[in-house]
């Protein structure tokens, strides 16, 4: 038998373009792709250039009838807002691939590059590849539009303290700068006696009064104003008042408690030191340590006030101290600090040096305190207390002086400080000197107290001080690890490398 080689597979012929003659794959238009392409035009009926609207204001693309969103440059929410402008063009064809073409960021120009596909004559499937080019609008949305009004509220939160010392604010500052609490208010005002914080919804009102209940010890009450209705819908616009009242103790005030206070406390004295403001009033009993926590609702049950003004306070040098060994505390008494030293000390005024008097008192700084040393209290051995429960006291339960805080130099603290905070933008006449002298002393009970600290954002200062060998002091300071960065984005330069 003889061996057949198998025949070669079959080659497709080919035709001749009914336009131009060229030879082409057999194709139900007996057309060439280019005959074809100038004959019918699949784009035709899709814009090439379309608008689109951007606030600058909150950076956010308007998603037509009414809606704002937010959307990062040749991100798929942005490329879905754009197709969604010519949706309804896009029905006749279908639509094979979309991506963004690169623009300038400043040039207000959005450029989509869309590839789409249609059956044309006889059948024949045709593809296309296009640009549809987006012109970018400045339009301020509503709620910015609000916003630069500043008269159009629909809440309010009135937060107040009657209390003559802004450190509580100052700290419930920076928490609602670290929460970002701020950023749906359209407008924040400083009275005399606190802020006023204005909002477009009743909503983010509400979040704010919830906030500060957690943050800090207070108490509220709400009130709404009838503006207008429409009886045919049955549709009510209200303005609605909130009015926070924060409980009028600072850090450092000396206080006096009701004596069933202080026995619910533990039995401890019923004069004592306030060392700390958080959602709690934290005290401390200068003669043993004790130390409590009494939250927002049991103090409006059992209210005290602050015996002295801040300007009250006197400065001390200590001419003798010895620390005590803690002592078995009775039965049924609260917890003890251990983060404070009980000890005695014999004290005198920097203003009666010329004089032998001398003040003997027990106190919670003998970690901090040695002979010589400068520390600021109260005297109440000279002054004249306006305090019902302190005027009912056995006179020899009153301690002659009550120390606060050891001093230091103030003009070294601010010289050395590397750090700094940020602030809320709000409405006020200014910083008058003893605004500025609360807010060197929030400053320096950042330094002191670790636990405050905690809770509030700390950032670098551009301020690099020069430091000598006689400017430690031993006062404290905060450490480099917790401080932020301080970051400021720049849209308006541009870095070419």
Known sequence: MEYMPPSAAPTQGHILCCECGVPVPPNPASMCVACLRARVDIT??????????????????????????????????????????????????????????????????????????????????????????????????????????????????????????????????????????????????????GLDFYYASKQHAQKMVDFLHCTVPARSKSSQRLISHDIHSNVYNYKSTFSVEIVPICKDNVVCLSPKLAQSLGNMSQICVCIRVTSTIHLIDPNTLQIADIDGNTYWRHPFNSLFHPKQLEEFIVMDINRVQERKLSAGAGMRSNKHTLAEAWVKKTSEMNTDHQYFCRTHLGHLLNPGDLVLGFDLANCNLNDEFANKMNPHDVPDVVLIKKSYDRSKRQHRRNWKLKELERDREGMDTDDERQYQDFLEDLEEDEAIRRNVNIYKSTHIPVESDTDDDGAPRISLAEMLEDLHISQDATDFT
């Open 44 to 193: 035709d009926g899709i814009p090439k250039q379309a608008s689109i609207h951007f606030c600058k204001q909150c950076s956010r693309y308007l998603q037509p009838p009414g809606t704002w969103i937010q959307c990062a440059l040749e991100s798929r929410e942005l490329l879905t807002l754009c197709l969604k402008k010519i949706k309804a063009s896009l029905n006749k064809v279908r639509l094979i691939d979309a991506g963004f073409v690169w623009t300038e960021p400043h040039s207000k120009r959005l450029k989509v590059k869309l590839t789409v596909q249609k059956e044309v004559m006889n059948g024949a499937i045709l593809q296309q590849v296009f640009v549809v080019e987006y012109v970018v609008h400045s339009q301020m949305c509503d709620d910015c539009h609000r916003v630069e009004a500043k008269d159009f509220w629909k809440a309010v939160v009135q937060v107040r303290q009657k209390t003559s010392h802004k450190k509580t604010f100052f700290y419930l500052e920076q928490l609602i700068l670290k929460h970002r609490l701020h950023q749906n208010t359209l407008r924040i005002k400083e009275i005399h006696d």
